[in-house]
């Protein structure tokens, strides 16, 4: 995850719907700019694209792009466990 947990740990804090079930969804399923959570996290809006990028490679989320750089997130919660 690296450097990208800001952005998730942002998207966290950001849910709106949670239970049990995954995903968690953010923000009532509003769409959020890459701009607001660059400004929030006081960071590049490039940093957070390429942040976010790694967290859905990861499948830490899912988002769907609507127009220009807003998307509407869903966050997995619950990790998997690590192997032991």
């Known amino acids: 995850m690296g ?14 719907s ?28 490039e940093a957070v694209l390429a942040n976010l ?5 990861g499948n830490y989320i899912a988002r769907s792009a609507v127009a220009g750089h807003a998307y509407s997130y869903k966050v997995f919660t619950r990790l998997p466990e690590a192997s032991r």
């Open 53 to 57: 990028e790694r967290l859905e490679a």
């Open 18 to 45: 949670n239970n049990d079930w995954q995903p968690a969804i953010v923000d009532h399923g509003r769409l959020v700019s890459t701009r607001r959570i660059a400004a929030d996290l006081k960071r590049s809006r």
């Open 3 to 16: 450097s990208s947990i800001w952005e998730y740990l942002w998207l966290v804090a950001h849910v709106s």
